[in-house]
């Protein structure tokens, strides 16, 4: 009996333990900052893609545009799709998950739901401008996780990737009407908000398996 409230402390500290390490071996945060990481690095390569349209060096028909644009977000739901079969069957994710990682599944929901709205909203009302919008909620969206993420690690560069996912958000609602200025801060927040985060969970996963 009298072992119970050592113990009931132990599983505690136990479990804020994985909360702050991101789980046994760091899997869970390798494979979210995988797809941060792939979603960074292609996503900011489909907008220099676009900025290369802006300038002129990039001229290419429409059917090719469009398969280009296809094949980033197939290849980022490829990674996606292996960053989530992998944390399931890791069988080390669920502590993750129900922590750091719901904050992050929220703002996944809410993206649905944003996409819907601002889509439909962009082709009833033929304005692409509308469509433009998505993005600085998504940032915004993004902010708020990462805010969570702090709370929960205290780590500098999450404070700072909520903070620039908020001015992101800010900036990219007031220039959806200057279209080169938006796309080069989106691709400016790409590589620095989402691929450099990514990068930096990957490091610190691969670390702590390595140790």
């Not at 929901?109 to 919008?133: C, E, K, S, T």
Request: glycine share 10%.
């Amino acid at each position: 009996m009298s072992d119970n409230p050592r113990s009931a402390a132990e599983a505690d500290l136990a479990f804020l333990r994985a909360v702050v390490q991101g789980g046994p071996n760091g899997r869970a945060s390798l494979t979210m900052g995988v797809a941060y990481l792939a979603g960074g690095l292609l996503y900011g390569l489909q907008c220099l893609f676009h900025i290369g349209q802006v300038w002129g060096v990039i001229r290419w028909p429409d059917l090719a545009n469009l398969a280009f644009v296809l094949t980033i977000s197939l290849a980022f739901l490829a990674v996606l799709t292996w960053a989530v079969l992998t944390d399931r069957k890791a069988g080390t994710a669920p502590v993750q998950t129900r922590t750091l990682n719901a904050a992050f599944s929220a703002t996944g929901m809410a993206n649905l739901a944003i996409v819907i709205m601002f889509g439909v909203g962009a082709a009833r009302d033929q304005d692409f401008a509308i469509w433009l919008y998505y993005p600085a909620a998504i940032f915004a969206l993004q902010s708020a996780a990462w805010y969570v993420a702090f709370s929960l690690r205290r780590k500098g560069w999450m404070l700072a990737c909520s903070i620039g996912g908020w001015i992101t958000a800010v900036a990219l609602g007031l220039l959806v009407r200057q279209g080169d200025i938006y796309l080069y801060v989106c691709t400016a927040a790409l590589f620095l908000l989402f691929a450099a985060p990514g990068w930096i969970m990957v490091r610190d996963a691969r670390a702590r398996r390595t140790a």
